[in-house]
C-alpha cells in the first residue's frame, strides 16, 4: 500500500491568486461583476486567437447558451458523440431537442467515416436541411467533443458540416492549448473552428477557477447574444426591462480572480503533462497487456487525461480489476464515462453502428495526471502496474 493517495486530477493552485482575491473582498465585487471578469476574458480571448470571449458560470452553460444562441429548437435534433462525458449531451434536451448519438473512433472522438455515412444514407438533404428519415425531424447542428484534450478530426468534419449546411458547437471543455499543428487549421486552437466553442474550468481541468466556462467565436453577434443571455436578457438593466427569457449564467469575478493566474500558467501545466505522458509512455510500452493511448502527432494536445486501455488475456486482470486493485492501494484511477445512449434518459434515442464506444467502455481508465503530479508518485503508479501484470512467460 502507499502511504499517501495519489489523485486522479486536481487543480494546480498559487498563492499568488491570494492577491487578487483579496481585491474583491476589499472592493466588494465578489459576485457577476468586477475587472478580472474582463481581464480574463481577454486572456483567453487571446490566448486561443480570437477577438472576444464571453465568461459564464460553466461548460455546461457555456453548451446551453451555444445551443441557443444557434436557434436550436424544440423537436429538432443534434448529432453528438455517445463516448463523451454527459454534460455534453443534457443541453440538447434543455432546448426541447434530441440527440442522435455516434459512435468514437481511436482517438476517443466522433468517428467521422460513421458521421458522413450517417448523414448520406440515413437522411435526405433538401432545401438546405437535413431530415432524418427515421424520426423524420430536421438535424440543425453537430456538437463535437475533443476528448481527453486530444483534437477531433477538424478538417474533415469542417468538410461534413459544410457540405450538410449543419451549424457546429465544439465542445473544447477538456481541450484548453490543444491546437492543430500540421494541415489547413495549423496553429488553429480547438474551440475556435466551429461557430462556437465552449471551455470549463471545472476543478479538474487544466485551468481551474473552481467552476465556470467561457464561450468564445468568430461571429460577434452570436458572442452578444450569449452574454445577453447569460445576464437575464436584460433589455435596459437600469429599468430591468427583460424581451426574452434569460439565465443567471455569468461568471463571478471572485472565479475570475482565479482564472487570470491560471492562464498564465497554462503552458507550464501543459509542459508537465506532456513530460509526465511520455514518462508513462516509456515505462507502460513495456507491460504487457496495458497500452497508454496516443495523442493525435499533427497537433499539440493539451494531454489533459491519459487512457490505458487494458488486455485481459495479455495482462491478467480485467479492467474492472485493475481499477479496484489501484483505488484500493491509494491511486486514484477511474473508468471511461457510461456511454450516454445507454443512460436511462437517452435509451430510447438513436444511435448510429456504436461498435467502439463499447470496447472502450469496457477496457478504458484513466491514470493520475495531473499537472502537479511528481515524478515519485508517477513511479508509484507504474510499479503498481507492473506488480499487479501477468509475468510474461
Known amino acids: 500500500m502507499t502511504n499517501k493517495t495519489i489523485p486522479l486530477s486536481v487543480p494546480n493552485l498559487s498563492l499568488d491568486i491570494l492577491e487578487n482575491v483579496k481585491e474583491t473582498i476589499e472592493t466588494g465585487w465578489v459576485s457577476t461583476g468586477g475587472r478580472f471578469i474582463q481581464e480574463f476574458e481577454s486572456k483567453i480571448a487571446k490566448y486561443v486567437g480570437v477577438d472576444k470571449a464571453i465568461a459564464c458560470q460553466s461548460g455546461t452553460a457555456g453548451l446551453h447558451l451555444a445551443l441557443r444562441v444557434l436557434d436550436i429548437d424544440h423537436g429538432d435534433e443534434v448529432i453528438v458523440p455517445t463516448l463523451t462525458f454527459i454534460a455534453a449531451v443534457n443541453p440538447v434536451r434543455y432546448m426541447g431537442a434530441e440527440p442522435v448519438f455516434m459512435d468514437c473512433d481511436d482517438d476517443l472522438n466522433m468517428d467521422m467515416d460513421k458521421l458522413e455515412d450517417f448523414l448520406e444514407n440515413e437522411c435526405t438533404y433538401k432545401d438546405g436541411k437535413v431530415i432524418n428519415k427515421k424520426s423524420k425531424k430536421v438535424i440543425k447542428a453537430i456538437i463535437a467533443v475533443h476528448v481527453f484534450g486530444n483534437p477531433v478530426k477538424m478538417e474533415r468534419l469542417i468538410e461534413i458540416k459544410t457540405k450538410y449546411n449543419l451549424r457546429l458547437i465544439e465542445d473544447a471543455t477538456e481541450a484548453l492549448g490543444s491546437y492543430y499543428s500540421e494541415g489547413e487549421y495549423a496553429e488553429k486552437h480547438c474551440g475556435t473552428l466551429g461557430d462556437i466553442g465552449v471551455y470549463s474550468f471545472n476543478a479538474n481541468k487544466i485551468l481551474t477557477t473552481g467552476g465556470g466556462g467561457m464561450v468564445v467565436s468568430h461571429n460577434e453577434q452570436l458572442l452578444e447574444k450569449v452574454a445577453f443571455l447569460s445576464v437575464q436578457a436584460k433589455t435596459n438593466p437600469l429599468y430591468f426591462t427583460h424581451d426574452e427569457v434569460g439565465y443567471n449564467y455569468r461568471m463571478t469575478n471572485i472565479q475570475a480572480a482565479f482564472g487570470t493566474d491560471q492562464i498564465d500558467r497554462l503552458e507550464g501545466f501543459i509542459d508537465t503533462k506532456i513530460k509526465n505522458y511520455n514518462l508513462y509512455k516509456e515505462a507502460i510500452d513495456n507491460i504487457e497487456g496495458l497500452t497508454l493511448l496516443p495523442f493525435r502527432n499533427d497537433t499539440r494536445a493539451n494531454h489533459w487525461f491519459y487512457s490505458v486501455v487494458v488486455?485481459?488475456?495479455?495482462?491478467?486482470?480485467?479492467?474492472?480489476?485493475?481499477?479496484?486493485?489501484?483505488?484500493?492501494?491509494?491511486?486514484?484511477?477511474?473508468?471511461?464515462?457510461?456511454?450516454?445512449?445507454?443512460?436511462?434518459?437517452?435509451?430510447?434515442?438513436?444511435?448510429?453502428?456504436?461498435?467502439?464506444?463499447?470496447?472502450?467502455?469496457?477496457?478504458?481508465?484513466?491514470?493520475?495526471?495531473?499537472?502537479?503530479?511528481?515524478?515519485?508518485?508517477?513511479?508509484?503508479?507504474?510499479?503498481?502496474?507492473?506488480?499487479?501484470?501477468?509475468?510474461?512467460l
Not at 474492472?320 to 434518459?345: F, V
Request: net charge positive.
Open 311 to 392: 488486455d485481459k488475456e495479455k495482462y491478467g486482470m480485467n479492467r474492472d480489476e485493475l481499477l479496484l486493485m489501484l483505488n484500493d492501494n491509494k491511486i486514484q484511477t477511474r473508468p471511461l464515462w457510461g456511454l450516454i445512449h445507454k443512460q436511462k434518459p437517452y435509451l430510447g434515442n438513436q444511435g448510429y453502428r456504436i461498435e467502439k464506444a463499447d470496447f472502450y467502455e469496457g477496457n478504458l481508465i484513466n491514470i493520475p495526471c495531473s499537472s502537479n503530479l511528481i515524478e515519485e508518485d508517477l513511479k508509484v503508479v507504474v510499479n503498481r502496474l507492473i506488480k499487479s501484470s501477468v509475468p510474461v
